[in-house]
């Protein structure tokens, strides 16, 4: 699987959803910064929540903070990394 | 109501009994996980009593690879879990100035590190269930705080700072955290009492008795139950009134 205009798409519902976020999953950006200035507004809990989302949902297992942080800058980001996990599962 | 599946931590104990009894009471569907340590006689007469509805777990506390090893097993047998009673404690009782060092170990180490693994344990099924119930049992020693229980108090009342902090932090992933402190329960705790002892601390009791066991479980079942949905970060004394 690659990081798909689909996969995106549905990375935003699973955000939409678990987050319980007050907007449209249309209305997030890509390249939309998830946490800080101008992002979604995002924060820790919000983060422990996503993680434990996509490892319910694509088996990405998130562990590392340092790892987490590098994927969850935006939509691409974790897009990228679940595809990139999902041809290492093969 | 909807079947359960719930685990009660230090369940060979007096209080550990009552509250697994109260949950197989308030559900023929309900399933208990009997989390064990050394001590197991009194659950495994449980487990054998309601053989298809509760079964021991080897779980000591203070483990984090035991709690893993715990929620694996359960996984494997439920789909989810949906509320978990951190009921395990111990105590040993002395002053500051005498108290070996590995004395406050032990019992920081049952009383409040045991409920933070159990609570990391378990919250990342409870949040992909996107429910769950956490009951922790903190003490009255916790807010009062008598002398002769440095060690138990300070970790009971650590179990209620980190009970209040927890229930920020998930509330709004369908969970709630509260905690009991119970007073004067007649468990293991109050039998090694001689009976001027006894009469002392029920003196000092408002109720002029000591709590039951299934009091304390009374209070915890509603804490988990559907209509407490909206009831966390609190605390709830089962004491006969002391203040």
Known sequence: MEATPDLKKQIKALMVENLMLQINANDI????PLFGPGSLGLDSVDALQLAVALDKNY???IQDPGVAREI???VTTIATAVARNQRAAG | MNPRIILVTGAN???????ARAFLGESPDNFIWLGVRARREQAIELEQAHKDRCACVDLDVTQPAAWAAAVERIAKRHPRLDVLVNNAGTHEDGLLATMP??????VRSTNLDGVFHGCQAVLRTMIGQRHGRIINVSSLSALLAPPGQTNYAAAKAGVVALTQSLAKEVARMGITVNAVCPGYIETEALAGMDAERRKAACAQVPMRRFGRPEEVAAAIRFLACAEAGYITGSLLKVDGGIF
Do not use: C, P
Request: hydrophobic content about 35%.
């Open chain 1, 29 to 32: 950006g890509d390249e939309q």
């Open chain 1, 59 to 61: 088996r990405l297992k």
């Open chain 1, 72 to 74: 969850f800058q935006n």
């Open chain 2, 13 to 19: 104990g007096g209080l550990g009994q009552a509250i």
């Open chain 2, 101 to 106: 060092a590995e004395a406050w170990e032990r």
